[in-house]
């Protein structure tokens, strides 16, 4: 068994409160706008971190992370990536990368929207952590944890955060 965080769209930002949600997971799973590879290198220093850049990243994390990440974890194929969207409305381009690989989970972030569902189409569970961080629209700081046993996704989590209000 395995215990997975999932996190997006951190924008600089690894506080207590993301430490505290994150500290029981076994691997952290980023998908995307770190913020800077100093960031990155905490999350990886404080859980095993497996991550893709995203579209505020700057240039030299494309240098150390892929768009794309694709592994498996406790026998579940994973795709990951930053800009993917979401069941029947996935962004140009992942419907094939989704169709070449067949995930059973494919992790996307970008929208700021925390997004967990099913995908009858591809057979995979649909993973959109929301945002971390604490800058963008949204009203809420989010992320998800779960464990995969034997192949199986369970125990799934979410956490959910105030924003402070002044970082729009």
Known sequence: MMKIGVISDTHGTFDSVLQEFLQPVDE???????GS????DRLAAFKPLRAVW??????????VYDRFAFFNAEGVDVLMTHIGGWPRHYAPGIVQRIQASRPGIFVAGHSHILRVMYDPVYGLLHI????AGEYG????RT???FDIDGGQIKNMEIG???RRKDCL
Do not use: Q, S, T
């Open 160 to 162: 959910e955060w105030p």
């Open 54 to 63: 995203g579209n505020i990243d700057p240039g030299a994390m494309h240098r």
């Open 37 to 40: 590879l100093e960031l990155a």
């Open 28 to 34: 952290i799973w980023h998908a995307g706008d770190i």
């Open 137 to 140: 629209f949204h009203k809420l």
């Open 143 to 145: 992320a998800v944890r």
């Open 128 to 131: 959109n952590p929301g945002a």
